[in-house]
């Protein structure tokens, strides 16, 4: 029978063996975005990585980046399909010059609300395209959110497509966008979004278009006098991460990026909710005006042509599919 001295020491060298072994790996993820902290990227990016921490028993941590720190959404797109950068959540605004497939989102006015548009990117149609990505060198988690797009100018209010001919306005990166906002006497100016406040404050444009979560995070009241609330674009947003990261992962692992990603989403559409129901105010408090009930249909008619040229490019039913969604 061995002695407790014999015991004690076969315990006491497990117990150094065990010491030895290296500590589970951890990886530290760089996350970024163009936002400021607290706006709904920054949302979203916290409750992903808050997420993906649980579930991976701390493996996973994230190092969140905001407010354009990492680049502009092209810039920080590049670097998380070339590897230098693990994700990014942007805006479809440059997305579609990566991948061609998902530019049809950025048609104006093919949302109705968003409850339709969230049901379609949910839905099959939204997932297909989320299929896309992999074959351009980028995986997307998700389907998240920006919003609807409203104008912002420094000369005048907006009520009908006529009033905004002639108005410089700050435009994504996007040809899809330009081509409607050229329709409606526009001069579209893009312009990466980092530079936008200062073009806004020096008057080098004199407006800009962005959902209402945007316009509060940063501070566009302070640059610009009008706001319309024309809701004619609605503009999703994307969580994407890098093949090099999520091709080495376990199908575990891959599921709990899932898990996260849909997090995520659902605390970025709650921020959007709230600061659409409670930022207008905000905003008028501020000393914005803003118009709140826009001639709609100027706004339509005038995409005639710019529509014909849609649906040539992306296919008249693919769009009536979109539209047809209940």
């Known amino acids: 029978m061995m002695n407790r001295s014999y015991k004690f020491a076969l315990a006491l060298t497990a117990w150094a063996a065990l010491s030895a072994l290296p500590s589970q790996a951890q990886t530290v993820l760089k996350i970024g975005h163009v936002l400021a902290k607290g706006s709904h990227y920054d949302v979203g990016a916290n409750v992903f990585c808050d997420s993906l921490d649980k579930n991976t028993q701390g493996r996973y941590k994230c190092q969140v980046f905001t407010g354009s720190s990492l680049g502009g959404e092209r810039e920080q797109i590049e670097a998380v399909q070339i590897g230098t950068q693990d994700m990014v959540i942007t805006s479809t605004g440059p997305v579609g010059n990566f991948v061609p497939e998902i530019k049809v989102v950025d048609v104006p006015f093919l949302f109705r609300d968003y409850d339709h548009a969230r049901k379609v990117l949910d839905g099959k149609i939204g997932q297909d395209m989320l299929a896309k990505f ?36 700050r435009t994504m990166e996007n040809k899809v966008h330009m081509e409607g906002y050229r329709a409606f006497g526009i001069q579209p100016t893009p312009m990466a979004f980092p530079e936008v406040f200062g073009a806004l404050q020096q008057g080098v444009v004199d407006g800009q278009e962005n959902p209402i979560p945007v316009i509060l995070a940063s501070k566009f009241s302070q640059v610009q006098k009008h706001l319309s609330l024309t809701g004619h674009v609605y503009s999703p947003a994307l969580i994407l991460t890098s093949p090099r990261i999520y091709n080495k992962l376990s199908d575990a692992d891959k599921k709990a990026f899932l898990d996260a990603a849909t997090e995520s989403v659902k605390a970025t559409r709650k921020k959007v909710n709230d600061d659409e129901a409670n930022g207008i105010a905000q905003l008028e408090r501020e000393g914005m005006t803003v118009v709140k009930q826009v001639n709609g249909a100027s706004f339509r008619d005038a995409l005639k042509t710019p529509y014909a040229n849609y649906a040539k490019e992306f296919g008249a039913d693919r769009m009536n599919a979109i539209q047809a969604v209940k």
């Open 134 to 169: 992999p074959s351009h060198g980028l995986v997307a988690l998700a389907w998240s959110e920006n919003g609807f797009r409203h104008m912002t100018n420094s000369k005048r209010s907006i009520v009908s497509a006529n009033d905004a001919a002639g108005l410089k306005m």
